[in-house]
């Protein structure tokens, strides 16, 4: 599996907006349950954001070049990645930091046939610097990897139950969907996951499920197969 987490989830499990840095009790949590689903036997990927350090997007709109705004982004995913590494370590989990940019001091390079052998040893691998391209989203660089390795599904934790057919702060009536398609993802432009990901999703029949990360346990559930969140995928045919 692959699971793509933000970078807010490090230093809030809520993962509000107006979070910053890295909250070790939060990361603790984390890493133990991360350690409870690798004890099942799975091979496990993760791809962090770095929104609680720096976001590209948001460099830009202050007047940044988009290109070097986007460059300090993924050097912000680098540092949550080596937080995220040390931590489930000390939860006793092998784990693996490979890097899109070059930083051999702290980090492998990424290789794709090396994140393969290190997961079928039974390692944990984290992939860090986004795809080590500004222009796109660590969304995108989880669905690049996911394909990459083989995994059976990418698991996107969110600070919301799933996907809902309206804004859930906003409409109190809003219902939950347990299920939707990529297209209508797409034509609806939900904005939980970057559009480029979704569509690399759908031209390889990779599916996607949607979950609140700050529930304890449900990394755990979502592994085992619960039906928990909304899963994207397209409609089954009768």
Do not use: W
Not at 17 to 33: S, W, Y
Not at 84 to 103: K, S
Not at 136 to 146: G, H, I, P, Y
Not at 205 to 231: A, C, H, M, Q, Y
Request: proline residues 4%.
């Amino acid at each position: 599996m692959l699971l793509k987490l933000s970078g807010e989830a490090l230093c809030n499990p809520e993962g509000t907006t107006e979070a910053f840095g890295i909250q070790p009790h939060t990361l603790k949590a984390i890493a133990q349950e991360l350690s409870e689903v690798h004890a099942l036997g799975v091979q496990l990927g993760l791809v962090i954001g770095g929104g609680n350090i720096f976001r590209g997007l948001k460099g830009s709109a202050a007047g940044m070049d988009r290109a070097q705004s986007d460059y300090m982004g993924m050097l912000a995913t680098v540092i949550n990645s080596l937080a995220l590494q040390d931590a489930l370590e000390q939860c006793g989990v092998p784990t693996r930091l490979m890097t899109a940019l070059e930083i051999r001091q702290v980090a492998e390079p990424y290789i794709r046939r090396r994140a393969i052998r290190h997961l079928e040893k039974g390692r944990c691998v984290i992939f860090a610097a986004g795809t080590g391209n500004p222009y796109f989203s660590t969304d995108t660089a989880a669905a690049l990897r996911a394909m990459e390795i083989h995994a059976d599904a990418l698991f996107k934790a969110t600070k919301v139950e799933g996907i809902y057919d309206s804004d859930p702060i906003k409409n109190k009536d809003a219902v939950m969907l347990p299920e939707l398609s990529y297209d209508r993802f797409l034509a609806d432009r939900i904005g939980v996951m970057d559009g480029t990901a979704v569509t690399l999703c759908r031209d390889n029949r990779l599916p996607i499920r949607v979950f609140k990360l700050s529930r304890k346990g449900n990394i755990g559930r979502v592994v085992r197969g619960d039906e928990i969140g909304t899963v994207v995928r397209d409609p089954i045919k009768s």
